[in-house]
């Protein structure tokens, strides 16, 4: 049997809490759109991914199923894949006539810009100036830190985005710590926005590993390449479980200023594994 995520009512209700506020994060695969709708309930949010491989095509037409099923999408928005205004409309345009109303914008992960925007904060300015139907973008969080930015380029960057921005989803941190420290950071530095913890969901090392470095996943794939031996602490015979770094935020967040108003599971594709963890969470929570 799973060890308890919590020890008393107090953190009970904080796991409550945090329970409600939870999204999945998923790749567009062919397969995508029907393990999804097999296995995950449509209050749950999701968020599809976009690489510099494959480009926004399976994330644009990914996103689109699944909101014309039921789901509430966001797909990643990334500047460096778009040429400039003119695409940018016609994008918008093909979400907006999809029923999709939510974003996630991020600078994306390619190495070379595809156009004029090289930064999230440049597709945000374009957006605000552009009549949409987008009622709830997203952003980036980086807790611990970015590796092509100093520690202040990182905080003035928080402090440009997050007039134009609803939420930030971080990405991949094991540490609870950090995420407590970064967020009590955040609000000194005025952003009040609410904070989604971003973490894998249940999966083998093996496949953590192999899907980050091939993918590419961000900055979260780049600290994961860059601690192989640590992460070993992290995984049990059976695989990787977010259950610590549950229980350290739930027991942290009572004393700390972090706005962290819910969990941001990037499930590598193993749906039904991460909704069964969720459905345990929840009824520990006692909302099951």
């Given at each position: ?9 107090d ?16 790749m ?6 029907g ?19 494959k480009?926004l ?7 689109i ?12 928005l990334?500047?460096r ?13 093909r979400?907006?006539?999809?029923g ?6 991020i600078?994306?992960d ?68 950090a ?6 950071q ?17 999966v083998?090392?093996q496949?953590l ?16 390449k860059?601690?192989?031996?640590m ?22 967040l ?34 099951g």
């Open positions: 049997m799973a060890r308890p995520l919590t020890r008393n009512d953190e009970r209700a904080v796991l409550a809490r945090l329970a409600t506020g939870i999204s999945y994060e998923v567009p695969f062919s397969s995508t759109v393990t999804v709708r097999a296995h995950v309930p449509t209050e749950v949010p999701l968020t599809v991914t976009a690489t510099g491989g480009g095509e399976p994330t644009i037409a990914t996103s199923a699944l909101r014309q099923a039921g789901y509430t999408v966001a797909p990643h990334a500047a894949l778009i040429t400039g205004p003119e695409e940018l409309d016609k994008i918008l345009t979400l907006e006539a999809g999709v109303d939510r974003l996630f914008v600078a994306g390619a190495g070379q810009p595809a156009g004029v925007f090289t930064e999230a904060l440049d597709v945000l300015r374009a957006l605000q100036d552009r009549t949409h139907l987008f009622k709830d973008l997203g952003i980036g969080g980086y807790p611990e830190g970015h590796a092509g930015l100093s520690a202040e380029q990182v905080r003035q960057a928080m402090r440009d985005k997050a007039p134009y921005a609803h939420r930030i989803l971080t990405q991949i941190c094991f540490d609870a710590d995420f407590l420290r970064w967020g009590a955040l609000r000194t530095d005025g952003v009040e926005l609410p904070v989604y913890a971003g973490m894998p969901g249940p083998s090392r496949k590993m192999r899907i980050s470095a091939s993918l590419g996943l961000g900055q979260s794939a780049n600290f994961l860059k601690q192989r031996t992460l070993w602490r992290f995984f049990s015979p059976a695989g990787y479980s977010p259950d610590g770094l549950v229980r350290g935020l739930v027991r942290g009572p004393e700390s200023r972090a706005h962290i108003a819910g969990f941001h599971l990037f499930t590598f594709n193993e749906i039904a594994a991460t909704e069964a963890w969720r459905r345990r969470l929840l009824a520990e929570a006692g909302l």
